[in-house]
């Protein structure tokens, strides 16, 4: 069967897809209903309900071990509901074939690793690869230079990807995902190799692509990058959401001291009032 590689390494046949449309401010791009997760016979998460809207960045907080990239890679479809159910686009995500669903959703793992020295322009261009055969494909070039210039790694487009720093990967991984122009991302730990100022880069990259429409669903360990970029937080413990909303309201002392079982002070910053989270420590 001819076709193209995709961005998960499935080949994505030629044949009519359907494409995606522009989607409604606050429309559902995404939704968990009752999921539940089991990994090698543990349940890893319970009975989630979450839902992901147009124009808004979701963030997923909460301790190692509380399901959070396991949501991520289910509301994906990269990993199977053991009860409950997960919606991409309208329909069950499992209806969709893997190149319809590489379309309307864009992934960015924890670790990027590639087995080949491709250079950082062609792991870039692989995000194209779902729109091979569609009127969009006319955009490839557009879409790549823009991807990498907001990411800041086009100044090394060149370089072969297993060349670079760890916080350099992690950026290429996002221009690839950027590039792929889905109406949903999601975006596991995308600045944990990060610096202060491409963590703030990627964050507000994240706040201009929901402010163009699209859904953003980001796992974060930073509570105040969460408290300062997303629209809506959602609190995993255990398997289970804790509490979901706007972080000024979800961010309490109570709340986070209890999942993450440390002691902690929630302060509104002087001069934005958003929610910083500090360790109470000894005076």
């Given at each position: 069967?001819?076709?193209?590689r995709?961005?998960?390494?499935?080949?994505?046949p030629r044949?009519?897809?359907?494409?995606?449309?522009?989607?409604?401010?606050?429309?559902?791009?995404?939704?968990?209903?009752?999921?539940?997760v089991?990994?090698?016979?543990?349940?890893v998460?319970?009975?989630?309900?979450?839902?992901?809207?147009?124009g808004?960045?979701?963030?997923?907080?909460?301790?190692?071990?509380?399901?959070k990239?396991?949501?991520?890679?289910?509301?994906?479809a990269?990993?199977?509901?053991?009860?409950?159910?997960v919606?991409?686009?309208?329909?069950?995500?499992?209806?969709?074939?893997?190149?319809?669903?590489?379309?309307?959703?864009?992934?960015?793992?924890?670790?990027?690793?590639?087995?080949?020295?491709?250079?950082?322009?062609?792991?870039?261009?692989?995000?194209?690869?779902?729109?091979?055969?569609?009127?969009?494909?006319?955009?490839?070039?557009?879409?790549?230079?823009?991807?990498?210039?907001?990411?800041?790694?086009?100044?090394?487009?060149?370089?072969?990807?297993?060349?670079?720093?760890?916080?350099?990967?992690?950026?290429?991984?996002?221009?690839?995902?950027?590039?792929?122009?889905?109406?949903?991302?999601l975006?596991?730990?995308?600045?944990?190799?990060?610096?202060?100022?491409?963590?703030?880069?990627?964050?507000?990259?994240?706040?201009?692509?929901a402010?163009?429409?699209?859904?953003?669903?980001?796992?974060?360990?930073?509570?105040?990058?969460?408290?300062?970029?997303?629209?809506?937080?959602?609190?995993?413990?255990?398997g289970?959401?804790?509490?979901?909303?706007?972080?000024?309201?979800?961010?309490?002392?109570?709340?986070?001291?209890r999942?993450?079982?440390q002691?902690?002070?929630?302060?509104?910053?002087?001069?934005?009032?958003?929610?910083?989270?500090?360790?109470?420590?000894?005076?």
């Amino acid at each position: 069967m001819s076709g193209i590689r995709g961005v998960a390494g499935k080949l994505f046949p030629r044949r009519s897809r359907r494409l995606p449309g522009a989607a409604a401010a606050g429309a559902v791009c995404a939704q968990a209903v009752g999921l539940t997760v089991r990994l090698g016979g543990r349940t890893v998460l319970r009975e989630v309900d979450l839902t992901a809207r147009a124009g808004e960045v979701l963030a997923l907080v909460g301790p190692n071990g509380a399901g959070k990239s396991t949501l991520l890679a289910a509301l994906a479809a990269d990993l199977p509901a053991a009860a409950g159910a997960v919606r991409v686009d309208g329909r069950p995500a499992g209806d969709w074939s893997a190149a319809e669903l590489a379309l309307r959703r864009a992934v960015l793992p924890q670790s990027a690793a590639l087995s080949f020295p491709f250079a950082v322009a062609d792991v870039v261009r692989m995000g194209r690869a779902p729109w091979a055969g569609t009127p969009a494909a006319d955009g490839d070039d557009a879409a790549v230079a823009a991807a990498m210039a907001a990411t800041e790694v086009d100044g090394f487009a060149r370089r072969p990807f297993a060349a670079l720093s760890g916080g350099e990967r992690a950026r290429v991984a996002l221009a690839r995902v950027l590039a792929q122009r889905a109406p949903l991302l999601l975006l596991d730990e995308p600045t944990a190799a990060l610096d202060l100022r491409h963590q703030e880069l990627v964050l507000g990259i994240c706040r201009r692509r929901a402010a163009a429409g699209d859904a953003v669903v980001v796992v974060l360990h930073d509570l105040g990058l969460a408290a300062a970029y997303a629209d809506r937080a959602a609190v995993l413990h255990e398997g289970r959401l804790a509490a979901q909303g706007p972080p000024g309201e979800v961010f309490t002392a109570e709340l986070l001291s209890r999942v993450y079982r440390q002691p902690v002070e929630v302060l509104g910053h002087p001069r934005t009032g958003v929610p910083l989270v500090l360790p109470r420590r000894p005076a």
